[in-house]
């Protein structure tokens, strides 16, 4: 008898964990239960499709359907009826642009049909995540790039080097001049470089610089986060990363420690840039530390 109480009270906390399990899964679901997957036609086989995370690119036609992210995992049956409204089928190809979760969250649904394929370090960074299922894994990896021939086009998939994280890619249609940056572009907005997983705050402005040096005016400029762009949005966020770089470097060289520069703020013309999820204040750390 004297060992039903210890009985009860364990009952009661496995009860009580399985509850806060279920409660955090049906806080998940909650997040993204209104999400919808919004699908933009850019060309004859080309879409950008908007939701919740990254922004997703694909290619549908005779070759089957390519996708290039997938957003989070609770959304991937949405992104999935979202793609069999242009055409039936999974898609045979993933490219993850990096290895964040609002880039790689349904990796493993689609990586269970389809070939995931990315840089080097986006299958080093997954992996070293025990809770990453072998699905969710890039198959095919590169050290510079890699082309995929696919729908009439050459998808030429280029790594450039340490800027939003070691691993980064952008991806460029060669007929239908299309680029999908990845998080090397936030439309009109401060940018968040993962300085602990290998960014590099000129890097980045240096990769930026890169792909510009490619485009033309009637490049259509699919950005990590933000709407669908063109080579003046591009360049514009340019010019705001080297404003910011070049004022960090001149505050520092003055002397001023970070709470000093957090106070003063950025220059007035960029306040607007800031955002929820990376804060004027936020962005002057990453400049500071990054530099």
């Given at each position: 008898m004297?060992?039903l109480?210890?009985?009860?009270?364990?009952?009661?906390?496995?009860?009580t964990l399985?509850a806060?399990?279920?409660g955090n899964?049906?806080?998940?679901?909650?997040?993204?239960?209104?999400v919808?997957?919004k699908?933009?036609?850019l060309?004859?086989?080309?879409?950008?499709?908007?939701?919740?995370?990254g922004?997703?690119?694909?290619s549908?036609g005779?070759?089957g359907?390519?996708?290039?992210?997938?957003?989070f995992?609770p959304l991937?049956?949405k992104?999935?009826?979202?793609?069999?409204?242009?055409?039936?089928?999974?898609p045979?190809?993933?490219i993850?642009?990096h290895?964040?979760?609002d880039?790689?969250?349904?990796?493993?649904?689609?990586?269970?049909?389809g070939?995931?394929m990315?840089h080097?370090?986006?299958?080093?960074r997954?992996a070293?995540d025990?809770?990453?299922?072998a699905?969710?894994?890039p198959v095919?990896?590169f050290e510079?790039?890699i082309?995929?021939?696919?729908?009439?086009?050459?998808?030429?998939?280029r790594?450039?080097?340490p800027?939003?994280?070691?691993?980064?890619?952008?991806?460029?249609?060669?007929?239908?001049n299309i680029?999908?940056?990845?998080?090397?572009?936030f439309?009109?907005?401060f940018?968040?470089?993962?300085l602990?997983a290998?960014?590099?705050?000129?890097g980045?402005?240096?990769?930026?610089?890169a792909v510009?040096r490619?485009?033309?005016?009637?490049?259509?400029?699919?950005?990590?986060?933000g709407?669908?762009?063109n080579?003046?949005d591009?360049t514009?966020?340019?010019?705001?990363?080297?404003?910011?770089?070049?004022?960090?470097?001149?505050?520092?060289?003055?002397?001023?420690?970070?709470?000093?520069?957090?106070?003063?703020?950025?220059?007035?013309k960029?306040k607007?840039?800031s955002?929820?999820?990376?804060?004027?204040?936020?962005?002057?750390?990453?400049?500071?530390?990054g530099?």
């Amino acid at each position: 008898m004297t060992m039903l109480p210890k009985i009860i009270k364990s009952s009661l906390l496995s009860c009580t964990l399985f509850a806060l399990t279920l409660g955090n899964l049906a806080s998940a679901d909650d997040r993204f239960k209104d999400v919808e997957i919004k699908p933009i036609k850019l060309s004859e086989t080309t879409y950008m499709f908007v939701g919740s995370g990254g922004n997703i690119g694909v290619s549908a036609g005779t070759d089957g359907i390519l996708i290039i992210d997938d957003q989070f995992a609770p959304l991937a049956d949405k992104i999935s009826a979202a793609l069999n409204q242009i055409q039936a089928g999974a898609p045979k190809f993933i490219i993850n642009t990096h290895y964040h979760g609002d880039h790689t969250g349904a990796n493993a649904h689609f990586g269970k049909n389809g070939t995931i394929m990315a840089h080097h370090n986006v299958l080093k960074r997954l992996a070293s995540d025990s809770k990453t299922t072998a699905d969710a894994l890039p198959v095919i990896t590169f050290e510079q790039g890699i082309t995929v021939h696919f729908n009439g086009d050459a998808l030429k998939v280029r790594h450039m080097g340490p800027g939003h994280t070691d691993g980064d890619s952008v991806v460029i249609w060669s007929n239908d001049n299309i680029v999908h940056m990845g998080d090397l572009f936030f439309k009109d907005k401060f940018p968040y470089i993962d300085l602990n997983a290998g960014g590099s705050v000129e890097g980045y402005r240096d990769n930026v610089a890169a792909v510009l040096r490619d485009l033309d005016a009637q490049t259509k400029v699919i950005p990590g986060h933000g709407a669908l762009a063109n080579k003046s949005d591009l360049t514009r966020f340019k010019h705001m990363l080297d404003v910011s770089i070049n004022w960090m470097k001149d505050q520092k060289a003055s002397g001023l420690t970070l709470d000093q520069l957090k106070a003063t703020g950025m220059p007035e013309k960029w306040k607007d840039w800031s955002w929820k999820f990376i804060s004027e204040e936020q962005w002057i750390e990453t400049l500071y530390q990054g530099l």
